[in-house]
């Protein structure tokens, strides 16, 4: 296997524990030393707001570009949302990945005085925002105007009605491997059920304008151990994952194990079954996958 082929796979760690000024920076300085490719940050109440923090980690950083992962469209209005994704967009260099959901915390809804709808209504809501943004800043005389002349967007989810939306407008489409068990709680997509989400989204791709590239997939790591016990932390996955056997965690791209070798030509697996190109890995591990990231590039 060539270095060409191992640098065509991505990586971005999503940073969720900001701290102070100058933590952060430190943070987003090391990401970009370990090699990370993307730095992205969340949209949740409680965290602090993300475009300001993106352009914080472009006045510190050179190589790696920002995004949002993923913005809850809920709370945004499209019109003030192009605002802040162009004014972003040129502080950062047209460094920006425009990340978009349909969301998911009914409880941030509700505090932050805004409706949160049935899942219909909120990816209609994403629908909506996705295109009037575009529209938006694919005018002239849009003011301000972005630095990219597209800035590429990510939609993240695995309903239907989303996969469809992300088929006709995303650059990258996002897959958490989270899914909905019987009695409706969260919990974790087996491989094959994950498999299924990937070829339901490509069936939707048929329907993707004729002038747009194929989507990059990524996916959601959420667990990453390097030379440690790879069923350790299976408590910590989102969701539950009782219906799943050790063996099939043990090949789930949302659990990493292994050393370093191992785990990195698992990766190529995973883009072999799914087609997944680009991985997020959260920050708890943003050290623990350097290792991995040292072996793919060395």
């Not at 047209?94 to 805004?114: D, K, N, Q, T």
């Not at 993240?156 to 996969?163: A, E, I, K, V, Y």
């Not at 019987?182 to 939707?204: C, I, K, Q, S």
């Not at 090949?251 to 990195?264: F, Y």
Request: proline share 7%; hydrophobic share 45%; charged share 20%.
């Amino acid at each position: 296997m060539t270095n060409q082929a191992d640098r065509s796979l991505r990586f971005a760690v999503n940073m969720f524990s900001t701290g102070t000024g100058a933590e952060w920076r430190a943070k987003c300085r090391r990401a970009e030393e370990l090699g990370y490719d993307v730095i992205l940050v969340a949209d949740h109440l409680g965290m602090p707001a993300p475009f300001p923090f993106l352009v914080a980690a472009a006045e510190v950083t050179e190589r790696p570009r920002l995004g949002t992962y993923v913005l809850n469209a809920g709370f945004w209005n499209p019109a003030l949302l192009a605002r802040e994704v162009a004014t972003t967009d040129q502080l950062t260099g047209g460094r920006l990945e425009l990340g978009l959901g349909a969301g998911y915390v009914r409880a941030e809804h509700e505090s932050a005085g805004l409706p949160f709808g049935s899942p219909r209504e909120r990816v209609d809501h994403l629908a909506r925002t996705v295109t009037e943004v575009g529209r938006l800043l694919a005018d002239p005389a849009h003011v301000p105007a972005a630095a990219q002349p597209r800035v590429p967007v990510v939609i993240g989810g695995s309903g239907d009605r989303l996969l469809r939306t992300a088929a006709r407008h995303a650059t990258t489409m996002a897959f958490t491997g989270g899914g909905t068990g019987p009695d409706g709680a969260p919990r974790l997509l087996g491989p094959a059920a994950l498999e299924e989400r990937v070829a339901a989204y490509r069936r939707f791709e048929a329907e993707r304008p004729a002038e747009l590239a194929p989507a990059e997939l990524n996916f959601l790591v959420q667990i990453v151990t390097v030379d440690g016990d790879p069923l350790a932390k299976k408590g910590e996955l989102i969701g539950d994952v009782s219906h799943l056997t050790d063996e099939e965690l043990l090949s789930h791209p949302a659990l990493l194990s292994g050393s370093a070798a191992n785990i990195a030509a698992r990766l190529h697996a995973h883009r072999a079954r799914y087609g997944f190109g680009y991985f997020t890995i959260l920050e708890p591990y943003m050290e623990e996958f350097a290792p991995v990231l040292e072996h793919l590039r060395a």
